[in-house]
């Protein structure tokens, strides 16, 4: 995997980077979509819109689609704040992210536990969410999803996890359970950031 953090002037910055880690069929988009509707409306509380070298149709979250030719000019121009790969996929965190925090605004992204160091080079203030679930729970959930063989589940989830080790905040959150347990453990969190934020 390719990780890269822009460099940037150092900078104080008043508001709060999330970003939300962990396996596949973990439920991170669930979660975080049931935290977006809590704060909707909320001017403070922004999910970031991630550039992936995907159709925009493809489903899954809602991003802004680009070819390989384009994400390799935008980053080469400077447009992300932290870039990675994954999957055969590029993506980007845009650098407008970081005029938003200046802001005081608490910025929530979908990440990679891979670029995790990117994201404290170049966040000063991050607070990483590790998103859990028992691993008869992964693998239910990525057996209904109906894209991966019994054998290749089994293959992911035996797959080495990459250590969490980065100079920030981690919180995890269990979401075997009800997904309204998990979403108001990240709602609550949240809550507590903004209001720690300036």
Do not use: C
Not at 130 to 144: H, K, V, W, Y
Not at 185 to 191: E, I, P, R
């Amino acid at each position: 995997m390719s990780v890269e953090a822009k460099s940037h002037a150092p900078r104080v910055a008043a508001g709060t980077m999330v970003v939300v880690v962990g396996p596949s069929g973990a439920g991170k988009d669930s979660v975080m979509s049931y935290a977006a509707r809590h704060f909707a409306g909320e001017a403070r509380v922004q999910f970031v819109r991630r550039v992936i070298t995907r159709p925009a149709d493809a489903g899954g979250e809602a991003h802004e689609a680009i070819d390989a030719a384009g994400f390799a000019r935008r980053k080469s121009e400077g447009g992300f704040a932290v870039s990675w790969e994954a999957h055969d996929l590029s993506y980007g965190i845009p650098s407008g992210t970081l005029a938003q925090l200046e802001k005081g605004v608490t910025l929530i992204a979908n990440g990679s536990r891979s670029a995790l160091p990117a994201f404290a080079a170049a966040f000063p203030r991050l607070t990483v969410v590790l998103i859990t679930a028992r691993p008869d729970i992964l693998a239910e959930r990525l057996a209904a999803r109906g894209r991966e063989t019994a054998d290749a589940i089994r293959k992911r989830l035996d797959r080495a996890v990459p250590e969490i080790v980065v100079a920030a905040n981690t919180v995890v959150i269990d979401n075997s359970g009800a997904l309204e347990d998990a979403g108001d453990a990240l709602v609550s969190l949240l809550s507590k950031t903004l209001a720690g934020n300036g």
